[in-house]
């Protein structure tokens, strides 16, 4: 019979010894005791709180795909973020998650995102326009801005004005800063209670509801037809026939703003970085461009072909996952490899040390995109940049296209210089880059 193993613990003193080194980066003191205790570890973060943290990558297959019916998001998704985006894919559970993702999923087909290519590349063009050449760039605030207009014009086409626009891209980034601060310091949940600090950014959800009521309204009134997302959410009918009602469009909507943009953006950061200190992949990506493309207009061919661009994209995903940790919780009492998990267990399952693990990669820690020209299918139970089983992201083909379309975009007209030393990260909800300064040249010069 086998011999239950004890989860090796990290005590509450640890916790709150590096508190602030936690509160800015907390990945260095995770990656420490991962070292110390091993894979799995639990840490004391209150006299009866415990997180049970894993970089097992055969753990997370379980939680996530084999056994994912015993386990739920956490409350930091189903509760402490709904309060800023509602109860939209990312956010709900149980029926209504398996209801709106049936609803929505048809509109994230590659049949119908070859649909919105054209949009995607012409909101990507018209961000390159503010590079400057020769002179050092903060690259983050160009791919910000493009994650956030490619969103939307593939959800709204041209429905929304630039104002609409500049306020909905405020709001969610003054939201996601709000929900790190709760959860980076719950000691002070009392004081963003009494000092109104909650109910600001609650008001200004509010505001950001009301606008995406006004487009939507707007479409509806109009009768014409985009071929955009928010067509085909409001034509999108359940199996009983009726439409998804407004505060669950604008649920849904939301959630699109936040996981489409939020994500995308740090990942293209990270990407130029790496290119910019790697310039022979810019070379390849360049050459392979020049024969795909060779006079063809087909954008879906060329997404579809551009396999050294996909290699690039995918080992920096593979570094630097922008979804750099998975929560869940489990219903009821499970088991995995002896250790005994209680029903209500937080699990935090740590996406970017499965991605280093120096048992699981080779040479972990370097930039090696041929790893995966082979297509990564021998990877595919240890690298979850956009998740694993029925809960994997909705839009993982968009956020591909769109960032195909972008690094193939900006190489064929630049090439690009590093001015930092080593990339640095700010993990918050997701995983940010910081410092991201680059220098472009233009191919045309050369």
Same mark, same amino acid.
């Given at each position: 019979?086998?011999?239950?193993?004890?989860?090796?613990?990290?005590?509450?003193?640890?916790?709150?010894? %590096?508190?602030?080194?936690?509160?800015?980066?907390?990945?260095?003191?995770?990656?420490?005791?991962? /070292?110390?205790?091993?894979?799995?570890?639990?840490?004391?973060?209150?006299?009866?709180?415990?997180?049970? *943290?894993?970089?097992?990558?055969?753990?997370?297959?379980?939680?996530?795909?084999?056994?994912?019916?015993?386990?739920?998001?956490?409350?930091?998704?189903?509760?402490?973020?709904?309060?800023?985006?509602?109860?939209?894919?990312?956010?709900?559970?149980?029926?209504?998650?398996?209801?709106?993702?049936?609803?929505?999923?048809?509109?994230?087909?590659?049949?119908?995102?070859?649909?919105?290519?054209?949009?995607?590349?012409?909101?990507?063009?018209?961000?390159?326009?503010?590079?400057?050449?020769? !002179?050092?760039?903060?690259?983050?605030?160009? *791919?910000?801005?493009?994650?956030?207009?490619?969103?939307?014009?593939?959800?709204?086409?041209?429905?929304?004005?630039?104002?609409?626009?500049?306020?909905?891209?405020?709001?969610?980034?003054?939201?996601?800063?709000?929900?790190?601060?709760?959860?980076?310091?719950?000691?002070?949940?009392?004081?963003?209670?009494?000092?109104?600090?909650?109910?600001?950014?609650? !008001?200004?959800?509010?505001?950001?509801?009301?606008?995406?009521?006004?487009?939507?309204?707007?479409?509806?009134?109009?009768? &014409?037809?985009?071929?955009?997302?928010?067509?085909?959410?409001?034509?999108?009918?359940?199996?009983?026939?009726?439409?998804?009602?407004?505060?669950?469009?604008?649920? &849904?909507?939301?959630?699109?703003?936040?996981?489409?943009?939020? /994500?995308?953006?740090?990942?293209?950061?990270?990407?130029?970085?790496?290119?910019?200190?790697?310039?022979?992949?810019?070379?390849?990506? %360049?050459?392979?461009?020049?024969?795909?493309?060779?006079?063809?207009?087909?954008?879906?061919?060329?997404?579809?072909?551009?396999?050294?661009?996909?290699?690039?994209? &995918?080992?920096?995903?593979?570094?630097?996952?922008?979804?750099?940790?998975?929560?869940?919780?489990?219903?009821?009492?499970?088991?995995?490899?002896?250790?005994?998990?209680?029903?209500?267990?937080?699990?935090?399952?740590?996406?970017?040390?499965?991605?280093?693990?120096?048992?699981?990669?080779?040479?972990?820690?370097?930039?090696?995109?041929?790893?995966? &020209?082979?297509?990564?299918?021998? *990877?595919?139970?240890?690298?979850?940049?956009?998740?694993?089983?029925?809960?994997?992201?909705?839009?993982?083909?968009?956020?591909?296209?769109?960032?195909?379309?972008?690094?193939?975009?900006?190489?064929?007209?630049?090439?690009?210089?590093?001015?930092?030393?080593?990339?640095?990260?700010?993990?918050?909800?997701?995983?940010?880059?910081?410092?991201?300064?680059?220098?472009?040249?233009?191919?045309?010069?050369?």
């Amino acid at each position: 019979m086998a011999i239950n193993k004890e989860i090796p613990s990290v005590p509450l003193i640890s916790f709150i010894k %590096h508190s602030l080194e936690i509160l800015k980066n907390p990945l260095n003191f995770h990656h420490a005791n991962f /070292t110390a205790k091993g894979d799995t570890f639990k840490l004391k973060i209150g006299f009866s709180n415990e997180i049970v *943290f894993s970089r097992d990558a055969a753990f997370a297959e379980y939680v996530l795909q084999k056994n994912q019916r015993n386990y739920t998001k956490s409350k930091i998704q189903t509760e402490d973020l709904v309060k800023y985006v509602g109860k939209g894919l990312l956010t709900s559970e149980g029926e209504l998650w398996k209801k709106q993702r049936q609803l929505i999923q048809p509109a994230f087909h590659k049949k119908q995102l070859a649909t919105l290519l054209d949009k995607i590349r012409e909101a990507i063009l018209l961000e390159y326009k503010h590079i400057e050449v020769d !002179k050092k760039l903060d690259v983050f605030p160009i *791919f910000n801005d493009l994650a956030f207009q490619t969103v939307v014009k593939s959800l709204f086409s041209s429905a929304a004005d630039d104002d609409a626009i500049n306020r909905l891209q405020f709001i969610t980034e003054a939201a996601q800063k709000m929900l790190v601060r709760e959860l980076r310091q719950p000691y002070l949940g009392w004081w963003f209670k009494a000092s109104g600090t909650i109910e600001k950014h609650l !008001k200004l959800t509010r505001e950001a509801r009301q606008i995406l009521k006004n487009i939507v309204k707007t479409r509806r009134d109009s009768d &014409e037809k985009q071929g955009d997302l928010l067509d085909m959410l409001l034509e999108a009918q359940y199996d009983d026939g009726s439409f998804m009602e407004e505060e669950q469009l604008i649920d &849904e909507i939301l959630i699109l703003f936040i996981a489409g943009h939020e /994500t995308t953006s740090n990942a293209l950061t990270f990407i130029f970085q790496l290119l910019a200190k790697h310039p022979e992949w810019q070379e390849k990506i %360049h050459q392979e461009n020049i024969q795909i493309t060779n006079g063809s207009e087909d954008l879906m061919h060329v997404v579809t072909s551009s396999k050294v661009c996909q290699q690039v994209i &995918e080992e920096a995903m593979r570094l630097y996952p922008p979804v750099y940790f998975i929560d869940r919780v489990n219903i009821e009492d499970d088991e995995f490899n002896n250790m005994i998990f209680k029903k209500g267990s937080n699990l935090l399952l740590s996406i970017y040390e499965i991605h280093r693990h120096p048992q699981l990669w080779e040479r972990s820690n370097e930039f090696l995109p041929s790893r995966f &020209e082979d297509g990564g299918r021998k *990877f595919s139970s240890q690298y979850f940049p956009f998740g694993a089983g029925p809960r994997k992201c909705i839009g993982n083909n968009f956020a591909m296209f769109e960032m195909i379309i972008a690094v193939t975009e900006l190489v064929k007209n630049y090439k690009m210089t590093a001015e930092f030393d080593a990339i640095e990260i700010t993990p918050l909800i997701t995983l940010k880059p910081k410092n991201a300064f680059l220098k472009f040249e233009s191919r045309m010069s050369g």
